[in-house]
């Protein structure tokens, strides 16, 4: 019994320092995609998602490609070309997601995020990017449900759903919270996004 109960605990240990490490390494991907995308606009490139012509009938997946192509939206050998200069497709991941290790094999199942399709116009604390154990239907406003995706990325993040906003706050929530967190995440009452997925 004692041989049981001294397992389970060192389990339960491993599981909460994977989480944390988990949760630190998507919080950090985040910011740096945000940043990689706040030095687009600043140079005066079209970095966000809406601006560039997204709908939810395209993928999370589709946009991150896109930031890695040119204004013209053409694969290009100079990083500093593409939308956001330098980026590489390993930094869309996180903890448990398999790495990407070129732009030809990056795939979803490389990519660790939900993207809201924002504009340059959306109010500063909209989520802007998503963990992607995260589900709001194809679109989503400030009265939305929200559900978890049961996953290893969900298993990794103790079912805590993290996001970036437009403004870069990285923020989360613990899974009791999950379901009415479109409120905190969208505060613009009147407006309804897109949702692109992996």
């Known amino acids: 019994m004692f041989v049981v109960g ?10 909460m320092s994977e989480m944390g490490a988990a949760f630190s390494n998507l919080k950090s991907h985040g910011r740096s995609i945000w940043c990689g995308v706040i030095n687009g606009q600043t140079t005066g490139k079209i ?6 012509g997204f709908t939810r009938s395209q993928t999370s997946t589709e946009y991150f490609r896109r930031l890695l192509y040119d204004k013209d939206g053409q694969k290009t050998d100079n990083p500093t070309n593409q939308l956001v ?13 398999n790495a990407a290790t070129s732009l030809t ?46 996953s290893h ?6 079912g805590r759903i993290v996001w970036t906003t ?27 996004y897109d949702v692109l997925y992996p």
């Open 85 to 97: 200069e330098n980026a590489v497709p390993h930094d869309f991941g996180g903890w448990g997601i």
């Open 153 to 158: 990325t969900d298993w990794c993040l103790g």
């Open 47 to 52: 970095v966000w998602p809406k601006d560039l």
């Open 105 to 150: 094999s990056f795939a979803a199942n490389n990519n660790a995020w939900v993207v809201i399709c924002v504009d340059s116009n959306a109010p500063p604390d909209t989520a802007f990017l998503v963990s992607r154990n995260a589900f709001f239907g194809a679109q989503v406003s400030t009265t939305s449900k929200v559900t978890r995706v049961k």
């Open 6 to 15: 001294l397992g389970l605990l060192l389990y339960h240990f491993l599981h």
């Open 166 to 192: 437009k403004s870069g706050a990285c923020c989360d929530a613990d899974p009791d919270k999950v379901a009415n967190l479109a409120a905190s995440m969208f505060p613009d009452s009147n407006a309804v």
